[in-house]
């Protein structure tokens, strides 16, 4: 009887968590992982997707205009200019209508310079949150909540004449999710019937 307790139990809990098990590859979050180098100090960012036509945004490594990495050594260098939007992206498989945790670190540098510059971040082509002549500041912790539809794109938007946007640290999780009433209501009855049904046969 014991050994038919356990078999149910366990063959309820990987169908619980097989119910519930989500997805999310974000690859290269940390931008450790660096590219061929491009003309302007930085490499392209393997995993990503990146377009800048003035070839300035991509992994930088080091330290510039007091801009460096959030934690590791590389990050991502966010400074398009020459009025050019720069646009990385990343597309994603997720599980389809989980809920998501994204987080990233940001900061800004203007160099000795009047701020203009502009940035945003987007999921799905929907804007999470964007700004213009954003004024110098250290890395700040973002983050938003997000739903999978499967295959998504998250993209970052940057432009910064005089100098440019640092990226690091982005991480895509699956917020908690709660187990329905109705699934612990039927994990409980069963477990309690398990419980009965020994009782009965001790003797």
Avoid: C
């Avoid at 393997?46 to 991509?58: F, H, K, L, V």
């Avoid at 490594?61 to 966010?78: D, E, M, Q, R, V």
């Avoid at 908690?176 to 419980?195: E, K, Q, R, T």
């Amino acid at each position: 009887m014991k050994k038919s307790a356990f078999v149910i139990m366990a063959s309820l809990s990987i169908l619980v968590l097989t119910a519930f098990s989500v997805r999310a590859d974000l690859l290269n979050g940390g931008f450790e992982t660096m590219g061929s180098q491009w003309v302007n100090g930085v490499t392209d960012a393997p995993s990503w997707s990146i377009s800048d036509a003035s070839q300035a945004t991509g992994i930088f490594n080091g330290s510039y205009l007091g801009l460096g990495a959030h934690s590791g050594t590389s990050f991502l260098w966010g400074g398009a200019f020459n009025g050019n939007n720069a646009a990385i992206s990343q597309t994603i498989t997720t599980t389809a209508g989980q809920a998501y945790d994204l987080e990233f670190w940001m900061a800004n540098t203007n160099g000795s310079a009047s701020a203009d510059n502009n940035w945003a971040v987007l999921w799905n082509g929907a804007f999470l949150a964007n700004g213009a002549n954003a004024a110098a500041f250290t890395y700040t912790d973002m983050k938003f909540l997000v739903t999978g539809t499967g295959n998504d794109t998250l993209t970052f938007i940057f432009r910064n004449e005089p100098g440019a946007f640092g990226l690091d640290d982005i991480s895509l999780k699956a917020s908690a999710v709660p187990i329905p009433a109705s699934m612990v209501l039927f994990i409980s009855g069963l477990g309690s019937l398990i419980i009965f049904r020994r009782k009965r046969f001790v003797i």
